[in-house]
């Protein structure tokens, strides 16, 4: 009944956000719109990706060590203590996303050097970094908030916040217009976050949460906390070290493929937004408990099958995507100052990233896993062997292929890393049935080729249509198709899903 509670409120946790998730897709529209795959949204990616890597250490706190630790405190010593916790967290976090930010601040123009901009370009981009560098203490409190309302169970608000974060980037965006440049948009992203912030705040009194000023850093929870995120931390900074290294080999390739990037990126983020995020996350904060319980074999069968959940949702859309990847990218992006030549490049990169979406699920629920055992030297183990061949990998292809090939190291090295952390998963725990999932896993492939072939079919037979028409009968074509060989090969996240429709009549 627990795996069902989870994966039902997953379900309407998906629909309460789904407005989130699209407005912040409607933003990243509306950038494309004004400025297209421009110097400016070079600099705007460039600092975007380099001020997430700055905030990674109190994000890394929060997903590997916060969430358990306040749950343990809470039973253990009650609301007052894990309250007395979280202000603890909170001042520390703050106080490291400062030092980061003066840290980064100073070297702005040497990280810049990495890329391949001119002199112009490079001066949007250091000015792009210096202001995002401010969300840092911003990030921290919507983090931490974020996993306090989480480990509460409370998982609305940390969704909703995209949604004012997107509503003023599109103001501000439409109404300065591209005269606003590089400052105006790099000052919009930041008033949104700050917006998220304020948000959040309604939030947190529902919730009993009560700052407090007084000053206790040492205390045991801190400490311990510290000591298991480092070598997480180490293996996310590998990990985002190779997204580094994708951004900065594209501003080497010519203008607008950092950009190109970005966009085809954010199409993936949308995804994963929408279907992977809620599921990880609720299943994070219940892996969580049951480590406090002992009780590892449920938490391994969780996450089991919220990967066959996620892979079986992302399969259709990976190999329609890569049948239509133009066909989308023209009917997202292509208006205003995103030309031809911007949607035959952004298309590109997605058509070879889009296989990385299993990457991804493999990666985060794994992760999730490893952190709510409070195992964070695995990870790091994996991320250390894994990540030079990625970059490797990344660098040869860009020369042979370009974009695509800066793509398609990603997809290879994201689907590599996840099957390696799933396995070890096994090897250490010893609780994942992998022989049935790999039988549902070759079902749901055969599917899903039938699935691309009548799709394909389909478009070819409308190829004089609009782009639009044309992808949603042939998407509809093969979702149907999906739909229906799923249930006549039985595959077992179909009959999980009847199973507990038949159990609620």
């Known amino acids: 009944m627990a795996n069902q509670t989870i994966t039902k409120t997953a379900f309407w946790l998906t629909l309460i956000i789904a407005f989130a998730k699209v407005l912040g897709f409607l933003r990243e529209l509306v950038i494309a719109y ?31 060590t916060f969430v358990p630790s306040y749950i343990k405190i809470r039973q253990a010593n009650g609301e007052a203590s894990a309250l007395g916790f979280t202000n603890d967290a909170l001042r520390v976090s703050i106080i490291i996303s400062i030092v980061i930010m003066a840290i980064f601040q100073l070297g702005t123009p040497l990280i810049i050097s990495f890329t391949g901009f001119d002199a112009e370009h490079s001066q949007f981009a250091i000015v792009a970094l210096r202001i995002a560098l401010f969300k840092l203490p911003l990030f921290a409190c919507i983090h931490l908030f974020s996993g306090y309302l989480s480990a509460r169970h409370s998982f609305v608000g940390p969704n909703f916040i995209g949604i004012p974060l997107s509503i003023t980037v599109i103001a501000i965006a439409l109404i300065l217009g591209t005269y606003s440049g590089i400052i105006g948009l790099s000052v919009a992203s930041l008033l949104g976050v700050a917006s998220q912030l304020v948000v959040l705040c309604f939030w947190l009194p529902k919730e009993k949460y009560r700052f407090k000023l007084y000053q206790k850093f040492g205390s045991n929870e801190i400490k311990n906390g510290m000591l298991l995120m480092l070598p997480a931390f180490i293996g996310q900074a590998l990990m985002h070290l190779w997204h580094w290294t994708d951004t900065i080999v594209a501003t080497h390739l010519y203008e607008g493929t950092a950009a190109a990037i970005g966009f085809a990126t954010r199409i993936l983020t949308l995804i994963t937004g929408l279907i992977l995020m809620p599921i990880s996350g609720i299943v994070f904060t219940y892996m969580s408990e049951q480590v406090v319980k002992e009780d590892k074999e449920k938490a391994a069968k969780v996450l089991l099958q919220s990967i066959g959940i996620v892979i079986f949702v992302f399969l259709p859309i990976i190999v329609i995507g890569i049948l239509f990847s133009t066909d989308i990218v023209r009917i997202v992006y292509q208006r205003g100052q995103f030309t031809d030549e911007a949607v035959a490049t952004t298309g590109t990169a997605l058509a070879w990233y889009l296989p990385s979406l299993i990457g991804t699920a493999l990666t985060v629920l794994a992760l999730r896993f490893f952190y709510g055992i409070q195992d964070t030297k695995t990870p790091l183990v994996c991320a250390a062997a894994a990540i030079p061949i990625n970059i490797g990998m990344t660098i040869l292809l860009a020369n042979a292929m370009g974009i695509a090939g800066i793509a398609l190291a990603g997809s290879i090295g994201g689907i590599l890393q996840g099957i390696v952390l799933v396995y070890n998963i096994r090897r250490k725990v ?54 229906v060989f799923s249930l006549m090969l039985k595959i077992n996240v179909i009959h999980i899903a009847l199973s507990y429709r038949k159990s609620r009549k």
């Open 430 to 483: 010893g609780m994942l049935k992998l022989s049935i999932f790999a039988k549902d896993l070759v079902k749901m492939l055969v599917a899903a080729l039938i699935c691309g072939s009548l799709s394909f079919s389909a478009g070819y037979v409308l190829s004089a249509q609009s782009s639009v028409i044309r992808f949603i009968v042939s998407a509809a074509v093969g979702v149907v198709v999906y739909l």
């Open 34 to 64: 004004v400025f297209g795959a421009s110097a400016v949204t070079d600099a705007y990616t460039i600092a975007a990706t380099m001020t997430l890597t700055a905030s990674l250490l109190v994000m890394v706190y929060i997903t590997t």
